[in-house]
C-alpha cells in the first residue's frame, strides 16, 4: 500500500516524462489493459497521449467505417489558459484550436473579386442556399458557412459561436460588428455531406475600399485560412482587377500557400485571343502578390449554369473543370494524412516557442531594470531568432513573425515566463520521430482497406458519367457505343498505304512498319506503346486491321488525347475479336 505522499510523488514524477497516457482534467480517460503497450493500442485503432510541453490533447481515433475520420479530434488545445501554463503559447503566432475544429469535414474556402462568383457555388451544389442573394449591385457583405443539414434554415453569426458542436467559437474575438455579418446555412445536400463551403463577402474596390468594414477582414480571412482545406481565389474574366483590400487578403494567407487554387471564371465572355491576355494579365498580378517561386495553378472555365458565350474554348472548359472537380473530389480522400500534418506543423510551431520564451525568461534581470530590458529584448528579436537558429539547428521558416511576435510581446510579463524544461522538448522529439510514424502506418493501413472517398452530388456527378460526362465519345472511347468497328471508316486511307509497304502473306514486318510510323514524328516510346496496342496477336507483325488500327492510335495521340493503357474491346479489330474472347 502508498501512502498518500508516495502517491502524490509518483503523479508527479510521471507528470515530468514525456508522453503518457494521462488525459487532462474533465476529459474521460482512454480504456488500457494491462500489457497491451504501443501493440495492444494500434490493434485497437486508437492513440491517445498529453503533451505537458505545450498542453496538447493528441487524441487520434481511427475508425474502420469512415477512413475520413481517421484523425477525428487530432489536436485540442482546450483553452489559451492550458496552453499558457507551460510556455505562454497563446501569446504565440499559431492557432490555438478547440476540439471543433477537428471534426472530419473538409472545408472550402471562396474569396472572390465580384459578388457574381455566387453563382459559382449555386453550380457546384445546383440549388439555391439560404441568405444568398444575387444581383449586379454589391450584395454579398457577409461571410457564409454552407453545411450540411436535415433541413434548410440559418444561423446568425452571434449564435453561432456559442454552439459547441461548430467550429467557430473562436471567433467571437471579432466583435458584433463581424458576427452581425456573418451566418451559417444549413440544407441537406448530397454535396455538403463530403465538403463544407466558406463563402466571402465581395472585395472592395475604388471608393469603397475606404470604407471601413467594423472589423479586421484580413485578420477573419486569416483564421479562416488556417482551418480549411483549400482556398479559392475567383476572378471574373471580364472583370479582371486586383484592389488593394484583394491584394492584402491574398496577403493574409501567407503561408498557406499550398491550398490555394485560383478560377478564372466566366472566362467564355471572351474571346481566345482576349482570354490568353487575360490570363497573362492574372499571372503578372498574382506574381505580385503571392510571392512564391512555384506558379499557381490556374483552372480556366465557365462555372456557372448559362450557355456559354464563346463556345470556341468549350473542350479547354471542359478539361479545365474536370480537373478542378477532381482536386476538390480528393479532399476526403487526403484528411487523415492532411491532419496528421497539421499536428505536425504545431507541435513544431510550439516547440520554437519554448525556446524563444525560455529565452527571453533567462535574459530577464532578477530584481531591477525590468521593463528596460524587456524593451531592449524586443528590438532584438530578430538577432535573438538568428541566435537560436544557429544554437538549436531550427529553419528560419519556423519561426513567428517578428513584427507580429514583437506586438504580442509588449503586452506580456516576462517574468512569469518558464525556463526552457529539456525533458519536455524531448517529448516532443519523441512524438515527431517516433510516435507520428506509428500513426503514419495505421493511416496507410486504413487507405488500403477503405473505399475510396470522393464528392458526391450537385455539378460532381454531371461530369463523372453518361454521355455529357468529360472525354465521353472522344480519343479512345470514340465509338464504344457503335456497333461498326471506328476505324472502318478510314480504312481504306490506311490500306492505301498498308499495300505501298510490300505486305507479305498479308502482313507487314515491324520493320517496314517502323518507317512508315515514324513519319507521325512521335516518340519512340509512344510508338513502342501503339505497337503493342496493334499487334494483337503478339506476333511482331502487322495485318491490314491492326495497321489501321496503328494508324487510328497515331491519330488520336496526334489530336492531343492520352492513349489508353490497354485495348478497349470497342477498338479491337473484327477479325481478333474471336480470339481474345477464346484467350480470355
Known amino acids: 500500500m502508498q501512502s498518500e505522499g508516495e502517491k502524490t510523488k509518483t503523479t508527479t514524477k510521471k507528470a515530468r516524462t514525456g508522453l503518457r497516457p494521462n488525459p487532462p482534467r474533465g476529459k474521460e480517460k482512454p480504456s488500457s489493459r494491462k500489457g497491451a503497450g504501443e501493440k495492444g493500442a494500434a490493434a485497437r485503432l486508437g492513440l491517445r497521449y498529453w503533451h505537458p510541453c505545450c498542453k496538447l490533447l493528441v487524441h487520434f481515433t481511427v475508425q474502420k467505417t469512415d477512413l475520413s475520420c481517421a484523425l477525428k479530434n487530432s489536436v485540442c488545445l482546450n483553452s489559451p489558459e492550458q496552453f499558457s501554463d507551460v510556455y505562454r503559447a497563446r501569446h504565440g503566432s499559431f492557432p490555438v484550436s478547440p476540439l471543433a475544429d477537428w471534426k472530419p469535414k473538409e472545408e472550402l474556402s471562396s474569396l472572390k473579386a465580384v459578388t457574381e462568383s455566387l453563382h459559382t457555388l449555386v453550380y457546384l451544389l445546383e440549388q439555391d442556399f439560404p441568405g444568398m442573394r444575387i444581383g449586379p449591385e ?3 457583405d457577409s461571410f457564409i458557412a454552407v453545411m450540411y443539414g436535415d433541413s434548410e434554415g440559418s444561423v446568425p453569426g452571434n449564435a453561432l459561436v456559442v454552439d459547441p458542436k461548430k467550429p467557430f467559437r473562436k471567433l467571437s474575438r471579432f466583435g458584433n460588428a463581424f458576427l452581425n455579418r456573418f451566418m451559417c446555412s444549413q440544407l441537406p445536400n448530397q454535396v455538403l455531406k463530403s465538403i463544407s463551403i466558406i463563402d466571402s463577402p465581395g472585395i472592395l474596390s475604388g471608393e469603397k475600399q475606404r470604407i471601413s468594414r467594423g472589423y479586421d477582414f484580413c485578420q477573419v480571412l486569416q483564421w479562416f485560412a488556417e482551418r480549411v482545406d483549400r482556398i479559392i481565389l475567383l476572378f471574373d474574366a471580364h472583370k479582371l482587377d486586383i484592389s488593394d483590400e484583394f491584394s492584402e487578403a491574398i496577403k493574409s494567407f501567407r503561408g498557406q500557400d499550398d491550398k490555394i487554387r485560383v478560377v478564372l471564371n466566366k472566362a467564355d465572355q471572351v474571346d481566345t485571343q482576349q482570354l490568353m491576355r487575360v490570363y497573362g494579365a492574372l499571372m503578372w498580378s498574382l506574381g505580385k502578390v503571392i510571392n512564391t517561386p512555384e506558379v499557381l495553378r490556374v483552372y480556366i472555365g465557365s462555372f456557372w449554369a448559362h450557355p456559354l458565350q464563346n463556345t470556341e474554348n468549350r473542350r479547354l472548359f471542359e478539361a479545365e473543370a474536370q480537373d478542378l472537380f477532381k482536386d476538390i473530389q480528393s479532399l476526403p480522400q487526403k484528411a487523415a494524412v492532411r491532419k496528421l500534418n497539421d499536428l505536425i506543423k ?3 510551431l510550439a516547440k520554437v516557442h519554448a525556446y524563444i520564451i525560455s529565452y527571453l525568461k533567462k535574459e530577464m534581470p532578477s530584481v531591477f531594470g525590468k521593463e528596460n530590458k524587456k524593451k ?3 528590438s532584438r528579436l530578430p538577432e535573438i531568432y538568428t541566435q537560436l537558429q544557429r544554437e538549436y539547428h531550427i529553419s528560419a521558416g519556423d519561426f513567428p513573425e517578428v513584427q507580429k511576435m514583437q506586438e ?3 503586452n506580456c510579463d516576462f517574468t512569469k515566463f518558464h525556463s526552457l524544461k529539456p525533458k519536455l522538448i524531448e517529448a516532443v522529439d519523441n ?5 507520428i510514424a506509428s500513426l503514419m502506418s495505421l493511416i496507410r493501413q486504413e487507405e488500403s482497406n477503405m473505399p475510396t472517398q470522393m464528392v458526391h452530388g450537385g455539378a460532381f456527378d454531371g461530369t463523372m458519367a453518361g454521355p455529357f460526362g468529360h472525354g465521353y465519345g472522344e480519343g479512345a472511347k470514340e465509338g464504344a457505343d457503335e456497333e461498326e468497328w471506328v476505324v472502318a ?6 490500306d492505301e498505304i498498308f499495300y505501298t509497304l510490300s505486305p507479305i502473306n498479308g502482313k507487314i514486318s515491324g520493320i517496314s512498319a517502323k518507317k512508315e510510323m515514324v513519319t ?5 516510346s509512344v510508338l513502342g506503346k501503339i505497337w503493342k496496342l496493334a499487334d494483337c496477336d503478339g506476333d511482331g507483325m502487322l495485318d491490314d486491321e491492326e495497321f489501321a488500327l496503328a494508324k487510328h492510335l497515331i491519330k488520336i495521340k496526334l489530336d492531343g488525347y492520352e492513349l489508353p493503357g490497354t485495348l478497349p474491346p470497342h477498338l479491337v479489330p473484327p477479325s481478333h475479336r474471336k480470339p481474345l474472347q477464346i484467350a480470355e
Open 138 to 140: 454589391p450584395t454579398t
Open 408 to 410: 504580442l510581446l509588449e
Open 489 to 494: 471508316k478510314d480504312k481504306p486511307a490506311y
Open 520 to 524: 507521325s514524328k512521335l516518340p519512340n
Open 346 to 348: 504545431r507541435a513544431r
Open 376 to 378: 531592449e529584448l524586443i
Open 431 to 435: 512524438m515527431l520521430a517516433n510516435k
